[in-house]
T-cell receptor, first 112, second 114 residues
Framework: GENVEQHPSTLSVQEGDSAVIKCTYSDSASNYFPWYKQELGKRPQLIIDIRSNVGEKKDQRIAVTLNKTAKHFSLHITETQPEDSAVYFCAASVTGYQKVTFGTGTKLQVIP | DTAVSQTPKYLVTQMGNDKSIKCEQNLGHDTMYWYKQDSKKFLKIMFSYNNKELIINETVPNRFSPKSPDKAHLNLHINSLELGDSAVYFC?????????????FGQGTRLTVV
């Protein structure tokens, strides 16, 4: 089955700096890669996703990159703000198969 | 007007008891899930249902029995609760077979077994 590894497990950055979270996956058939943000005590919520036919996607301060050959994908947050502090999960899934495998999570702390 | 709602939000119970968590979605989605999030925040899928049919069971002990009376509901019943069952349980839903779209999560049920 799919195995998703995520690094780092914790990340502290100064407000205004960039944060990068990296994930690798094992199943070459995976073609959908969502990222979820979970604030303390709340539910995970999708912040951005990327499909395998795209190498990069941006949404304001957030960008994701995908390298299918290396089976790597990354989340980039620029100009971080205190409200970006949360646990971020990467995930991978295969079209037609109702299973999303999550990474182990990264706790991001943005220091004002 | 909550998209995915689960009850109760908190559940404290003694070892050996049987308890249920209910989940309902009003998004018209065909697929529903149960995830378990442990104290280290790992999110692990337990079950996936598509149109009331079980399609994924991730080696969950058979003390856990999901039930889907219709595609808008997926309840989780747990027999003979153990200390290790303490976790936050999230219900989620997404659009149907053949697509990969956003999973919408409920607010979670924090289960504490004492």
């Amino acid at each position: 089955g799919e195995n998703v590894e995520q690094h780092p497990s914790t990340l502290s950055v100064q407000e205004g700096d960039s944060a990068v979270i990296k994930c690798t996956y094992s199943d070459s058939a995976s073609n959908y890669f969502p990222w979820y943000k979970q604030e303390l005590g709340k539910r995970p919520q999708l912040i951005i996703d990327i499909r395998s036919n795209v190498g990069e996607k941006k949404d304001q301060r957030i960008a994701v990159t995908l390298n299918k050959t290396a089976k790597h994908f990354s989340l980039h947050i620029t100009e971080t703000q205190p409200e970006d502090s949360a646990v971020y999960f990467c995930a991978a899934s295969v079209t037609g198969y109702q299973k999303v495998t999550f990474g182990t999570g990264t706790k991001l702390q943005v220091i004002p | 007007d909550t998209a995915v709602s689960q009850t109760p939000k908190y559940l404290v119970t003694q070892m050996g008891n049987d308890k249920s968590i209910k989940c309902e979605q009003n998004l018209g989605h065909d697929t529903m899930y149960w995830y378990k999030q442990d104290s280290k925040k790992f999110l692990k899928i337990m079950f996936s249902y598509n149109n009331k049919e079980l399609i994924i069971n991730e080696t969950v002990p058979n003390r856990f029995s999901p039930k889907s009376p219709d595609k808008a509901h997926l309840n989780l019943h747990i027999n003979s609760l153990e200390l290790g069952d303490s976790a936050v349980y999230f219900c989620a839903s997404s659009e149907g077979t053949g697509t990969n779209t956003e999973a919408f999560f409920g607010q979670g049920t924090r289960l504490t077994v004492v």
